[in-house]
């Protein structure tokens, strides 16, 4: 079978282009050929196309192989291109491949010319696979190129959005929290007024029973709203992750003796101890462990009538693990409600709950803390009427180092009977009253201002002891009135604000205050501060002396 072969001869003999062509046919090739001699009529036949394979005479008159072969060069075409000559030197030979040429035959050896053919043909055919893989791939590296500065573009252009939102985010997480803080202090500042009012009055031994039975009421539901605002605030960090923790060893009997002791208060149901663990040192954050302590048991008070029972108990798990128990004989929780009891905002016995006060978030914050601390909490109820188990599983550190007993703090009394000399700052009027007179009846002397100007006024007037003050002042700041007082006068101060915040009390800390008081507190909250900063002044044995 005939192959087909394309032929551009450039020879200025026709003999000798005959010869070619017989040679090619007689090596099995179907011949199209054109012979041309001069650059012109090359130029006109390339670009007609259809060529395989170029033969030139090495010399012709008005043309050589050479010129010929810059002609191919310059149509951008990959042709073979074999010189054939009858007389042609080594050197010429050299020059002729070191430009381009592909093969040269003499034309007395014809017998070459077949095979010259195939092998260049062969070559082409490689080269032009080559050039397309190449032309691929640089169509593809362009492509991928493409693609990543559009992905790179697309990337930048979301980092900058994400970034968008971030600051979007983190700006509205601010307002968000100054607004918290604020409606906070807001809700807290009047509750405090109504607290120690409260408290004031409970000291009047003039009043009948009835009337001082209403008082501690109103106590109680006071420090009932301030406990919905706490979990408020906490629930709000929680979903934030922004509930923050001091990790230390701390006993943890020690924790739910001061937990059941704030509980006690009032009337209602006997807690009983039965603390038999030995190992009962973990380490958590005391606050929030008391916190999670006095949440389960006054719950358990909540739903447990006054004659029922409620049990503490403790004892140590086989894996090292501390397990406590609150058991009462309570209202019990409905089977249906029981696996979503730790969900915000759940109460087990509604209708009762809701007779009974409060919002359903201390135990989805008990079980955020307790899962903060790496333990577990659950709750197992047999129904309505049967009472309920929460139980608490930590890991237990050790057993609790033996305490020395210390001497109990003396009460804030100096030389005489004079008390205190107490400055006290606070924007709210009414508040501001009923504060200076549970001051002045706890014995202490009290001068009061509204802002940091006059504030600093009195301080630059008169010697203080200690300051109380709130932290939002319609002028500045109580962070700023401490440092600048603590600079000035070497003077103690205790924060007294409806900012309750870790932020805020670091904050207190940072700044001199020495106790930090979250309104609303009652009389003998805030007593016992003024005592404790009072003896721990006086212990230092620095700066003035206690009057």
Wanted: hydrophobic content about 40%.
């Amino acid at each position: 079978m005939q192959r087909s072969l394309g032929v551009l001869i450039v020879e200025d003999s026709e003999d000798d282009a005959l010869l070619l062509l017989r040679e090619l046919r007689r090596g099995g090739y179907e011949v199209t050929a054109e012979r041309v001699d001069t650059a012109a009529a090359m130029k006109s036949a390339l670009a007609r196309g259809g060529w395989d394979v170029v033969i030139a005479d090495h010399s012709m008159p008005q043309f050589s192989a050479l010129a010929a072969l810059q002609v191919l060069k310059e149509s951008g075409l990959d042709l073979p291109f074999i010189i054939v000559s009858g007389a042609i030197g080594e050197d010429m030979a050299v020059e002729a491949m070191r430009c381009g040429a592909h093969d040269y035959l003499m034309k007395g050896k014809l017998a070459r010319l077949v095979p010259a053919v195939e092998r260049e043909l062969r070559e082409a055919e490689v080269r032009r696979e080559r050039k397309r893989a190449e032309e691929n791939l640089r169509r593809a590296h362009d492509e991928l190129e493409q693609r990543v500065k559009e992905r790179t573009l697309e990337l930048a252009q979301a980092n900058e959005e994400l970034q968008r939102a971030k600051v979007e985010a983190e700006t509205a997480n601010e307002a968000k929290d100054q607004f918290l803080g604020v409606v906070s202090h807001e809700l807290r500042t009047p509750l405090a007024h109504v607290l120690l009012t409260s408290s004031l009055l409970n000291k009047r031994r003039d009043l009948p029973s009835d009337v001082h039975a209403d008082i501690e009421a109103i106590c109680r539901n006071v420090e009932l709203e301030a406990r919905i605002i706490d979990d408020l605030l906490d629930l709000t960090r929680i979903v934030r992750g922004k509930l923050q923790f001091d990790f230390q060893k701390t006993d943890l009997h020690r924790l739910i003796r001061q937990a059941a002791d704030v509980c006690r208060h009032g009337a209602g149901a006997k807690i009983r101890m039965a603390l038999s663990a030995k190992r009962r040192v973990v380490r958590g954050d005391p606050a929030r462990l008391q916190q999670v302590f006095w949440n389960l048991l006054s719950n358990a008070r909540k739903f447990t009538p006054a004659d029922g029972q409620i049990t503490v108990r403790s004892a140590n798990a086989p894996d090292g693990k501390i397990r406590v128990e609150v058991v009462d004989t309570g209202a019990g929780i409905d089977p249906e409600s029981l696996p979503r009891i730790f969900a915000a905002f759940e109460q087990g016995n509604s209708a009762q709950a809701r007779q009974l006060g409060g919002l359903g978030l201390g135990l989805a914050i008990c079980k955020a803390i307790v899962d903060a601390h790496g333990g577990t909490i659950s709750a197992f109820s047999a129904g309505e009427n049967r009472g309920a188990t929460f139980t608490l599983e930590l890991d237990a550190v050790g057993a609790a180092p033996q305490r020395k007993p210390r001497a109990r703090p003396r009460a804030a009394q100096g030389s005489g009977d004079s008390g205190l000399r107490i400055l006290l700052v606070e924007d709210y009027p009414s508040l501001l009253n009923i504060m200076a007179r549970l001051i002045v009846d706890l014995g202490h002397r009290v001068q009061t201002a509204t802002d940091v100007r006059s504030a600093v006024e009195l301080a630059a007037r008169e010697p203080f002891d200690l300051m109380i003050s709130d932290l939002r002042l319609p002028d500045g700041n109580g962070y700023d009135l401490m440092r600048m007082l603590r600079e000035k006068h070497e003077l103690k101060g205790i924060a007294l604000s409806g900012y309750g915040t870790e932020d805020a009390i670091r904050k207190s800390q940072e700044a001199g205050f020495a106790e930090h008081l979250t309104k609303p507190v009652d009389a003998e909250a805030l007593e016992a501060a003024i005592n404790r900063v009072a003896g721990a002044r006086s212990a230092t044995g620095r700066g003035r002396r206690w009057r």
